[in-house]
């Protein structure tokens, strides 16, 4: 039974829309999901796994001699116990190397998340990404969630004329139950060549056995993006694997490495291969951070984990990776995942082919569990002094207001975001009131300080919604997530300090320079559309579109022809025009990007056929949070506003941007976008000179 509440996705704008804000429910108890109550799961029994090093298989000389780390990484399926014993283990899927020949003692293990690879500034690292989603035999394993095949997704079974795109049918389909397509996106990856962004339509299924012969194998843009990667690395990809190099171009940052097929990106990272990716070093590495009291280099919390570090760790750790995502279980253990629309919003169809809704496709899925570097409400002991914190918001759909209010004595100060230091530490503690607003896919790396922090126990609370965020503040605007479930995120044990703390205190911590981005010279007006069910009153999908020059918003498809096309080297401002009920996280691939400001908008909405039109700004633009100066990769697009993002477009090719609730990237709410000219013998390219 679903509680009564009303997705904000389903307020239906209407005229001249003014934001309205959710009016808190009265619901005090946890979401529905599976059949395991999360009340019965008992919180604080496990250490919070910190991920060791990922192995290197090798490293090995570009043509000019400079060394590139390579690894091997496949993608398994195994079990992992995420719930405390004595319950159930959970059947996950994750990354983990395959190879330690150079990091001899480095670890082959897989786990979700998976181990952190360590890079540094401008040297490249090579990955061969092997989907090895098979079981002893050697035969394809189905998905462990069920696969809508009603979405523009992969489409394996619609063979070369069929993939990547949205079939037809005669009758309702059930879920699909063939081989996993996959291929990997490093998330904020800045500089990296297409082949090796992870396009979305660049997948490939496993080298498996019983794959029928009609059966797509890899995605649409695979056999280009392989001749690419031959030109261009000399690397050479086969049956069940594909080898990207990355340029490692990021400002030294917090990035992280997930799936990202099309139309099944939801399914696939819920399933748990998921991993950080930290860039260290160069001009805006740790080591250009100064203490401004003495202008000689500040110390940052640490060590972090090494390679060769053991697992679990015998280590002590003060810069810790933290990914936050919800989940939910049935009482065997097993990740629960809606099965049918239904579970949304109690719809029972008809649906596809016979209405424009999906049948099993959910517009957002909120788990009701909290699950932290893999376990569920873990604890972490830390000793009264400066840790440093690398958060990461990995959830499907839920925005994160995370509460350092139960700690008390907590100073908490956030010095970087997806793209490294911010122009200055913000203190949240003063500013913010002790929290910490995180979107999806959004990192934050924090200098937590526990100094002043009674010996004792404390928990670290979540505020944010358990349902559709829309701004505003929680138990105002919104109720904040049910207190004794997604409401808290993890325990930390607190202890006496066992030396005295020799980090700077983040006051006095001068961030390397922000290099300005350059003036636009193109200022793009983009769309975020809701699109209505033609049949109930609620969504079918969300969209991106544009703006024409009449203030006339238009949506688009994912298979209607790129429409952003910067040219090599331009700076561009992209305006996100929300006309949606819900706040977007949007992401844009290859570069990093600044948050110029935001501004309300107003427009007009025909209660037929949902057209918008009049769209107009109104009021004064509103400077970026404080903890947005700086440069990012995904940045929240509130509704009823603009949101100005400025980035400069410098590597040629085919990327993505799109919403990071997976849910809508998944059905519609992604589009192509292209830097410079359309690449000879790429999928649909028109005949041109080679
Ligand atoms: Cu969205």
């Given at each position: 039974m679903l509680r009564s509440r009303t997705p904000r996705s389903l307020i239906v704008l209407t005229a001249v829309v003014t934001l309205a804000l959710a009016v808190p429910g009265a619901w005090a108890a946890p979401i529905p999901g599976g059949t395991?109550?999360?009340?019965?799961v008992p919180k604080y029994q496990t250490p919070l796994l910190i991920p060791p090093v990922m192995p290197r298989a090798d490293v090995i000389p570009d043509p000019g001699g400079k060394p590139i780390d390579y690894y091997e990484i496949s993608v398994k399926q195994f079990p992992q116990q995420?719930?405390?014993?004595p319950l159930p283990a959970t059947t996950v899927w994750g990354y983990g190397a395959?190879?330690?020949?150079?990091?001899?003692?480095g670890l082959l293990l897989h786990n979700a998340p998976s181990l952190t690879i360590e890079a540094d500034w401008k040297r490249p690292v090579r990955v061969k990404w092997?989907?090895?989603?098979?079981?002893a035999n050697g035969k394809y394993l189905p998905h462990l969630l069920a696969v809508d095949p009603?979405?523009?997704?992969?489409?394996?079974?619609?063979g070369t004329a069929g993939r990547d795109t949205r079939p037809t049918f005669t009758e309702t389909p059930g879920p699909y139950t063939g081989p996993v397509p996959m291929v990997v996106h490093v998330h904020?990856?800045?500089?990296?060549?297409d082949e090796s962004?992870?396009?979305?339509?660049a997948w490939y299924l496993p080298a498996?056995?019983?794959?029928?012969?009609?059966?797509?194998?890899?995605?649409?843009?695979y056999d280009f993006f392989a001749a690419k990667a031959a030109a261009n690395f000399g690397v050479t990809w086969g049956p069940g694997f594909a080898t990207f190099q990355y340029?490692?171009?990021?400002?030294?940052s917090t990035v992280w490495y997930h799936d990202h097929t099309l139309g099944m990106t939801r399914l696939n990272v819920y399933a748990g291969p998921a991993g950080f990716y930290l860039i260290r070093g160069g001009p805006?590495?740790?080591?250009?951070?100064?203490?401004?009291?003495?202008?000689?280099p500040a110390v940052l919390p640490g060590p972090a984990p090494k390679v060769n570090d053991k697992f679990p760790p015998n280590k002590t750790y003060y810069e810790i990776p933290i990914a936050i995502q919800d989940r939910s279980f049935d009482s065997d253990g097993s990740l629960f995942y809606?099965?049918?629309?239904?579970?949304?919003?109690?719809?029972?169809?008809?649906?596809i082919p016979f209405t424009?809704?999906?049948?099993?496709?959910?517009?957002e899925f909120f788990g009701n569990m909290i699950m932290v570097n893999g376990n569920t409400w873990p604890f972490q002991t830390v000793e009264q002094r400066r840790y440093r914190f690398r958060f990461?918001?990995?959830?499907?759909s839920r925005f994160l207001i995370l509460d350092?209010?139960?700690?008390?004595?907590v100073e908490v100060w956030q010095v970087g975001n997806e793209g490294g230091f911010l122009a200055a530490p913000v203190n949240l503690t003063a500013t913010n009131d002790n929290r910490l607003l995180m979107g999806l896919a959004e990192r934050a790396d924090m200098i937590v300080?526990?100094?002043?922090?009674?010996?004792g126990s404390y928990v670290l609370g979540n505020v944010g919604p358990d349902e559709p965020f829309g701004g505003g503040v929680p138990g105002v605007d919104f109720e904040p997530s049910d207190p004794d479930s997604t409401g808290q995120v993890m325990q930390f044990r607190v202890i006496p300090a066992v030396a005295p703390d020799p980090t700077t205190p983040p006051q006095f911590m001068a961030l390397p320079a922000i290099a300005p981005l350059p003036e636009p010279v193109t200022t793009r007006k983009l769309a975020l559309i809701e699109m209505m069910s033609n049949v109930h009153d609620g969504p079918s999908e969300a969209m991106l579109g544009n703006v024409d020059g009449d203030g006339i918003a238009e949506h688009k498809m994912w298979?209607?022809?790129?429409?952003?096309n910067p040219n090599v080297g331009d700076t561009e401002d992209w305006e996100l025009y929300n006309f949606t009920a819900d706040a977007h996280p949007m992401h844009i691939h290859e570069v990093t990007f600044a948050v110029v400001d935001r501004q309300a908008i107003t427009f007009t909405q025909d209660e037929e056929t949902g057209g918008i039109s009049a769209v107009a700004k109104t009021g004064n633009p509103r400077p970026p949070e404080a903890w947005e100066n700086g440069l990012k990769d995904t940045a929240i697009s509130y509704p009823g506003e603009v949101t100005r993002l400025r980035a400069k477009f410098d590597t040629p090719g085919q990327y993505v941007w799109h919403c990071h609730i997976v849910e809508h990237e998944d059905n519609e709410m992604m589009r192509p976008y292209r830097i410079g000219p359309e690449q000879c013998g790429s999928p649909g390219a028109e005949a041109c000179a080679q």
């Open positions: 395991l109550d999360p009340l019965d995420i719930l405390p014993a395959v190879s330690n020949s150079f990091d001899r003692n092997i989907n090895d989603l098979k079981d009603t979405l523009h997704w992969a489409n394996p079974p619609g904020g990856a800045v500089g990296v060549g962004d992870g396009y979305a339509e498996a056995d019983e794959i029928p012969d009609e059966y797509a194998k890899v995605g649409t843009w340029p490692n171009l990021n400002r030294a805006a590495g740790d080591d250009a951070v100064l203490d401004s009291r003495t202008a000689v809606p099965v049918t629309r239904e579970f949304f919003d109690e719809f029972t169809g008809p649906f424009n809704v999906s049948p099993i496709w959910n517009p990461l918001n990995g959830c499907n350092f209010n139960d700690i008390p004595g300080d526990f100094t002043n922090v009674p010996v298979a209607d022809p790129v429409s952003e």
